[in-house]
């Protein structure tokens, strides 16, 4: 069964960053994409980033210029940072990993920006 375990998150100040971690299960390089969506209150989930065995990091543009997502294949993990934190940045951040036709979800963590 396919686990993705989110750690960070929390309370941030405007202007602040974050760091967060999704490790999976199993050796990472099984997946075709992973990466990081988010959705804030009464909106639609939206992609913040993926990253792929081959190619380029593929980022939103509404935070491309704020975001860094790397993998770690020895630890089977998956890394957001995101700087320069906006109260609209407020969301319950999902990892996600799709391994040919299947898509899997992480539990989702809370990231609220505010003073």
């Known amino acids: 069964q396919v686990q993705l375990v989110e750690s960070g998150g929390g309370l941030v100040q405007p202007g602040g960053s974050l760091r967060l971690s999704c490790t999976v299960s199993g050796s990472m390089f099984r997946y075709n994409a992973m990466g990081w969506y988010r959705q804030a209150p009464g909106k639609q989930r939206r992609l913040v980033g993926m990253?792929?065995?081959?190619?380029?990091?593929k980022y939103a543009d509404d935070v491309k210029e704020r975001v860094t997502i790397t993998g770690d294949p020895g630890t089977n993990t998956v890394v957001l940072a995101m700087s320069s934190l906006k109260p609209e940045d407020t969301a319950v951040y999902y990892c996600y990993a799709r391994e040919d036709g299947s898509e899997y979800w992480g539990q989702g963590t809370q990231v609220t920006v505010s003073s």
């Open positions: 990253i792929f065995p081959t190619g380029p990091t």
